[in-house]
């Protein structure tokens, strides 16, 4: 016994590199293949908030933060259309391979803990930022609203994938039917989004909720897109990637924990 496993590990090495290439490419092709629901679908809903909010509130409403009130709503929907993706990217695969009772062809082969867990993260990345890709296109070409940093906006959206899509699978493994998933999905991860300055700035709230806002990572990762696409935001970008770095490195331990003990994975 001893002998197979050191020929596995002589033979995969640290890192099972296919596997992990395999899981995540899996990841990515599976909501590829209905691009319609998960790319075009997201910028559909974007656009119609951005619409709802243009129609109901008008030309008469103030700027915020010294620009005008739809340059100021638009990172802010952005974001929550990259994390609610990214989060549904990871849970929606993880409960439908428990649902179905495939989740073994996904435990069977030589994978670690870790190397499951970058795969499944690996999907929720590169969902989200696609979708940013396609909703940063649409501002440009509708609203001219060019990135004025990049990178950071780039950064911020990763983070968002990382983040929620750890906390997807997270969910995805505690949850053992669709209905507890709609649950977390309705009572934990949509609050978290409408509740975190994607509508407002949070220096407008009274101070107990300023203050609760800032317990939120979600708040973070919106500002921070908010700074990188239009250089206007209510707290340090460089404060907020540590945060949602913070966030997403302990999530994703939490998650890693879940996957090395098998938790409702394993009979």
Not at 242 to 252: F, K, M, P, Q, R
């Amino acid at each position: 016994m001893q002998n197979l496993l050191d020929h596995d590990a002589r033979r995969f090495g640290a890192v099972n590199w296919m596997g992990l290439y395999t899981l995540a490419q899996r990841e990515t092709l599976r909501f590829l293949a209905v691009w319609t629901q998960t790319l075009l679908a997201p910028l559909v809903t974007a656009g119609l908030f951005l619409l709802i909010f243009t129609i109901a509130i008008g030309p008469s409403r103030p700027d915020v933060m010294g620009v005008p009130f739809l340059t100021f709503l638009a990172p802010g929907i952005m974001m929550m259309t990259v994390i609610q993706n990214a989060f549904a990217n990871t849970s929606s695969s993880m409960v439908i391979a428990k649902v179905q009772g495939n989740i073994v062809d996904t435990l069977m082969p030589p994978l670690s803990p870790l190397e499951i867990l970058l795969g499944y993260l690996a999907g929720g990345i590169v969902r989200g930022v696609l979708i940013a890709l396609v909703v940063a296109t649409a501002l440009a070409l509708v609203l001219g609203i060019v990135p004025k940093n990049p990178l950071i906006a780039l950064t911020f959206v990763v983070l968002g994938g990382a983040f929620m899509g750890a906390l997807g699978l997270f969910a995805g493994i505690f949850a053992n039917k669709f209905d507890q998933m709609a649950a977390i999905t309705n009572f934990i991860v949509t609050p978290l989004a409408f509740l975190s300055g994607t509508f407002y700035s949070v220096e407008a709230l009274p101070p107990v909720l300023n203050r609760l806002s800032h317990v939120n990572p979600v708040f973070y990762l919106i500002d921070g897109l908010r700074y990188g696409m239009i250089g206007v935001s209510d707290s340090s970008p460089w404060l907020g990637m540590l945060i949602c770095t913070s966030a997403t490195v302990l999530v994703g331990a939490l998650t890693w924990q879940m996957l090395r003990t098998g938790y409702r994975l394993k009979a």
